[in-house]
C-alpha cells in the first residue's frame, strides 16, 4: 500500500503538473470504485484544481466551490498520468483489466488504475469541509510534531509498536513497509509495548519516525524529478529489513527474521532490534511447540544440523 513518502510525492507531483488546470470530465469504468452517491460526479467537470493535499494515506483533489474527490489507493491502486498527445489530441484509453477511473483535464489524462481482482481502491466525491473531515483519521503528522506530542499519542493506549506505528487513527501514513523501516532504525522490537518504552528508546522511536519518513520522501523525490511517479511499491532497494527476509541485515549481517499474521508481515533483525531472540511466529510456534527455536544461534544450529544430516543421507544414497 502506497505509505505517506510515496503520497506525499503523488501529492507534490499532481500539485506540479496539474494545479490551475480544468477537470472537463470524470471517465468510471468500474462501479465499484465509486463510494459515494452525493455529489455527483458531473458537478466536479469543468472545474479548476486548486491543489492537491495528502489526507494519511490518502490523495485528495481540490476542486472550486469546495469540491474534493478523496482518492484511497489501497494496497494495488496507483495512479497514472498521460499528458494530452498533438495532434491529434486523444484521450487515453483505460487498461481494460485495471482501469478504474479516467480525470481528463485540460492538460492530459490522470488514471486511477489498480492490479487485481479485489477491487479495494476507492474514490469519494465530497462538498465542503465538513464532509472531508469525515475522510481524516486523526492520525497524529509526525514530521509537524515535536516529542511531547508523538509520546502522548504513542501512549494513549496500550498496543505493540508495530500496531501503535500502524494505525491510522494514531500516526498518519504510516504502514507495514514503513513501519519496519522505522523500528529496526530504532533498534526496537515490533512487539514491544507502547506504554512500556523508557525515554531513552522513546525518544529513539521518535526521532527515527521522523528520520525514516523524511529520508524516503528525499529519496522518491529525486527519483520522479520533474515527472511523475512511475515505481511505487512497497518493496525498495535501500530498505533495511522490510521484504528482505533472509538477507543480512545492513548493520549488524544477521539474517532477516519474518513474522506472518492475519494478511501483513513483520520483518526485522532479531540481533538489532530483540537482543538476538527471535519472536514467536503465532502459526509455526504452535505447530512445532519445544521445537521452535529461541534464538539466532539455536536457529543457526537447526540449519547447520540439517545441512549435515542432508549430506549424510547423499553419501549414504550414493553408496
Known sequence: MPELPDVAVYVEALNRILRGHVLERIRVESVFVLRSVSPSLLTFEGKRL????RLGKRVVLELEEELYLVIH???????????????????PLLPKRFGLVAFDFDAGTLLLTEAGSKKRASLHAVQGASGLAEHDRGGLEVLEAGLPQFRERLEAERHTLKRALTDPSVFSGIGNAYSDEILHRARLSPFRMSTQLDPDELERLYHATRTVLGEWVQRLREEVGDGFPKEVTAFREG???????????PACGSPIQRIVYASNEANYCAACQNAGR???????SRLLKKDWPRTLDELEQRRSERIRSAARDHDSSRS
Request: aromatic share 4%.
Open 239 to 249: 530498505m533495511a529489513v522490510h521484504g528482505r527476509y533472509g538477507l543480512p541485515c
Open 73 to 91: 489507493l489501497m494496497i494495488a491502486g496507483r495512479l497514472r498520468w498521460r499528458p494530452t498527445g498533438s495532434p491529434p489530441k486523444r484521450r
Open 50 to 53: 486548486l491543489g492537491a493535499r
Open 278 to 284: 527471535l519472536l514467536a511466529d503465532r502459526a509455526l
